[in-house]
């Protein structure tokens, strides 16, 4: 991961702009990375949106795309399980209506334990790596571990064993368990990228990271940018 796509960085300059960059952008330079995505397309019309949705198959997520909305959920800007074409139509007309509106981010809908994996850099410690227990939770229990990149496989295990939601990932109540293994190979690559693209970025989050027994998706991410100055 070390030589680096030429297109992520394409694509990191065209954000600058805005200072951050945009979901859909986000998500292709995860996937560039060998990280696994949900199906996914920025609708520009609602015919889009509707041939898209049917195309992957309902439910489907719908999403706000708008360089000067960070905070999706924060304006509802996200809606879950749509079901139907007529679903659709009211989520494209409630996101065409906001500010400065790009598109819709239409996403196939993935199962999983939400979990949080994010990145910063510290002006004196350099690129910190999390992981915790994720989605909308994560503000009110802090179930998270820090720790210095790069991490190496056992500095991934570590980390995921000391959660203190860990029995959520170990098949609780007879549920399937996470593939432990695997969610530690991604700590390990996300923390080489972080790391390779330390000049650049300010943060990055990925929340929620869908995990299940035979995948873990990158379900919403966000990476902020370095402001020129800085770099």
Same mark, same amino acid.
């Given at each position: 991961? %070390?030589?680096?796509?030429? !297109?992520?960085?394409?694509?990191?300059?065209?954000?600058?702009?805005?200072?951050?960059?945009?979901?859909?952008?986000?998500?292709?330079?995860?996937?560039?990375?060998?990280?696994?995505?949900?199906?996914? %397309?920025?609708?520009? %019309?609602?015919?889009?949106?509707?041939?898209?949705?049917?195309?992957?198959?309902?439910?489907?997520?719908?999403?706000?795309?708008?360089?000067?909305?960070?905070?999706?959920?924060?304006?509802?800007?996200?809606?879950?399980?749509?079901?139907?074409? !007529?679903?659709?139509?009211?989520?494209?007309?409630?996101?065409?209506?906001?500010?400065?509106?790009?598109?819709?981010?239409?996403?196939?809908?993935?199962?999983?334990?939400?979990?949080?994996?994010?990145?910063?850099?510290?002006?004196?410690?350099?690129?910190?790596?999390?992981?915790?227990?994720?989605? %909308?939770?994560?503000?009110?229990?802090?179930?998270?571990?820090?720790?210095?990149?790069?991490?190496?496989?056992?500095?991934?295990? *570590?980390?995921?064993?000391?959660?203190?939601?860990?029995?959520?990932?170990?098949?609780?109540?007879?549920?399937?368990?996470?593939?432990?293994?695997?969610?530690?190979?991604?700590?390990?690559?996300?923390? *080489?990228?972080?790391?390779?693209?330390?000049?650049?970025?300010?943060?990055?989050?990925?929340?929620?990271?869908?995990?299940?027994?035979?995948?873990?998706?990158?379900?919403?991410?966000?990476?902020?940018? !370095?402001?020129?100055?800085?770099?």
């Amino acid at each position: 991961m %070390t030589n680096l796509n030429p !297109k992520i960085f394409q694509i990191i300059e065209a954000s600058r702009k805005y200072g951050w960059v945009l979901e859909s952008d986000a998500k292709q330079i995860f996937s560039l990375l060998g990280f696994a995505v949900p199906r996914f %397309t920025v609708a520009k %019309t609602l015919d889009d949106a509707l041939q898209f949705a049917n195309k992957i198959g309902y439910p489907v997520v719908a999403k706000i795309v708008s360089p000067l909305i960070l905070h999706k959920s924060d304006v509802g800007g996200v809606i879950v399980g749509i079901a139907d074409d !007529k679903g659709m139509a009211a989520a494209f007309q409630r996101f065409s209506s906001m500010n400065s509106f790009v598109g819709v981010l239409v996403d196939e809908m993935i199962s999983g334990i939400e979990l949080i994996v994010g990145a910063k850099i510290d002006f004196q410690f350099g690129p910190m790596v999390l992981v915790g227990i994720g989605g %909308t939770s994560v503000e009110i229990y802090h179930d998270i571990i820090l720790k210095m990149a790069p991490l190496s496989r056992q500095d991934g295990l *570590t980390m995921i064993r000391s959660l203190k939601g860990y029995k959520l990932l170990d098949g609780y109540r007879g549920a399937e368990p996470v593939d432990i293994e695997k969610l530690a190979d991604i700590l390990v690559n996300f923390s *080489t990228m972080v790391m390779a693209l330390k000049d650049e970025i300010e943060s990055v989050d990925i929340n929620p990271l869908l995990c299940s027994a035979g995948q873990c998706v990158i379900a919403d991410a966000r990476i902020i940018l !370095k402001k020129i100055k800085e770099r």
